[in-house]
């Protein structure tokens, strides 16, 4: 093959897939979409978002990388699982887009200021101090992530269902105040050192 022909080739080979195949988790079922949309209509947020699964999965496809990791279409997945479940090929969909959800956080490229990027940095700060979430801390957090003012909103607009908690004996204050810790603390941080670590590797972060 010429030096010419080389080139021509280069420019559209697909170098998008195959990162997303190595770096994102189960990325490797991607290419096994097709394209039927029994995902974004089984989806409760189907119709709210810009880009479906499938819809992703075709620009990844097309190598269309810079439109993909700022899409914030991956960071309005609940979680219900109803696409994995009705998927007629079963691909791990909801694990892929929380994968590209957090591929695109590491490399930066995720939108500013998306709320449920912004739950997640403040659930896992909130985490990873004692290994379990402090629910006071965390949703004093979450109120006030937009200003003291905002916060005090927040905390008066929620005071009903808080109360409401308490009295269905659904809610300890005393017992939130000082949060619950795991015995082993110095043994979780290790674990999450090391799964860090490999997720490092996995996604070329290492030096």
């Given at each position: 093959?010429?030096?010419?022909?080389?080139?021509?080739?280069?420019?559209?080979?697909?170098?998008?897939?195959?990162?997303?195949?190595e770096r994102v988790e189960d990325g490797e079922w991607v290419k096994m979409c097709?394209?039927?949309?029994?995902?974004?209509?089984?989806?409760?947020?189907?119709?709210?978002?810009?880009?479906?699964?499938?819809?992703?999965?075709?620009?990844?496809?097309?190598?269309?990388?810079?439109?993909?990791?700022?899409?914030?279409?991956?960071?309005?997945?609940?979680?219900?699982?109803?696409?994995?479940?009705?998927?007629?090929?079963?691909?791990?969909?909801?694990?892929?887009?929380?994968?590209?959800?957090?591929?695109?956080?590491?490399?930066?490229?995720?939108?500013?200021?998306?709320?449920?990027?912004?739950?997640?940095?403040?659930?896992?700060?909130?985490?990873?101090?004692?290994?379990?979430?402090?629910?006071?801390?965390?949703?004093?957090?979450?109120?006030?992530?937009?200003?003291?003012?905002?916060?005090?909103?927040?905390?008066?607009?929620?005071?009903?269902?808080?109360?409401?908690?308490?009295?269905?004996?659904?809610?300890?204050?005393?017992?939130?105040?000082?949060?619950?810790?795991?015995?082993?603390?110095?043994?979780?941080?290790?674990?999450?050192?090391?799964?860090?670590?490999?997720?490092?590797?996995?996604?070329?972060?290492?030096?």
């Amino acid at each position: 093959m010429s030096e010419l022909n080389q080139k021509a080739v280069a420019k559209y080979e697909n170098n998008f897939l195959r990162e997303v195949e190595e770096r994102v988790e189960d990325g490797e079922w991607v290419k096994m979409c097709m394209q039927c949309g029994v995902c974004a209509g089984s989806c409760p947020l189907g119709n709210a978002w810009e880009h479906s699964p499938q819809k992703l999965f075709r620009m990844i496809m097309a190598g269309k990388r810079e439109e993909v990791l700022t899409s914030d279409a991956m960071w309005m997945c609940t979680s219900c699982y109803s696409c994995i479940v009705r998927c007629p090929r079963k691909l791990p969909i909801t694990h892929i887009m929380h994968g590209l959800a957090h591929y695109s956080h590491r490399l930066e490229l995720a939108p500013k200021g998306q709320p449920t990027r912004e739950l997640a940095r403040i659930f896992w700060q909130n985490l990873v101090k004692t290994g379990r979430v402090n629910e006071l801390k965390f949703s004093l957090a979450v109120y006030f992530k937009d200003g003291f003012v905002q916060g005090i909103k927040n905390l008066l607009s929620m005071q009903g269902i808080a109360l409401g908690l308490v009295k269905a004996r659904r809610l300890n204050p005393m017992e939130i105040i000082g949060g619950h810790k795991c015995r082993d603390i110095g043994g979780i941080q290790k674990m999450l050192a090391k799964a860090r670590e490999i997720e490092d590797r996995r996604q070329g972060f290492t030096s």
